[in-house]
Nanobody, 116 residues
Framework: QVQVVESGGGLVQPGGSLRLSCVVS????????MGWYRQAPGKQRELVAD???????NYPASMKGRFTISIDNAKNTVYLQMNSLKPEDTAVYYC??????????WGQGTQVTVSS
């Protein structure tokens, strides 16, 4: 059974940093890419960043500069370093794993709250 488990969320003050982690396990197929998405209350889920297993990251224009995605293939883990956080970054952050075959899998999400 495939599991996608996020961790690292929490409460942080504006201007602070957080590092999210996402571990994937249980698939018989290799990972093709992984990504981070977020969903704020009343808004649609949006892409924060994604990355291939070769380490090529992709960021929407609105996410460039403060977020950095990285991957550790040996650990089937993807990270999201978030710096200079703003209240508008408050959201549930979800990890998505795309495999060489079969459907993509999502984690349950981790809450990030940016508030003083």
């Amino acid at each position: 059974q495939v599991q996608v488990v996020e961790s690292g969320g929490g409460l942080v003050q504006p201007g602070g940093s957080l590092r999210l982690s996402c571990v994937v396990s249980g698939s018989i197929f290799s990972i093709g890419a992984m990504g981070w998405y977020r969903q704020a209350p009343g808004k649609q889920r949006e892409l924060v960043a994604d990355i291939t297993v070769s380490g090529i990251g992709n960021y929407p224009a609105s996410m460039k500069g403060r977020f950095t995605i990285s991957i550790d293939n040996a650990k089937n883990t993807v990270y999201l370093q978030m710096n200079s956080l703003k209240p508008e970054d408050t959201a549930v952050y979800y990890c998505k794993a795309d495999f060489s075959r079969g459907p993509a899998y999502w984690g349950q999400g981790t809450q990030v709250t940016v508030s003083s």
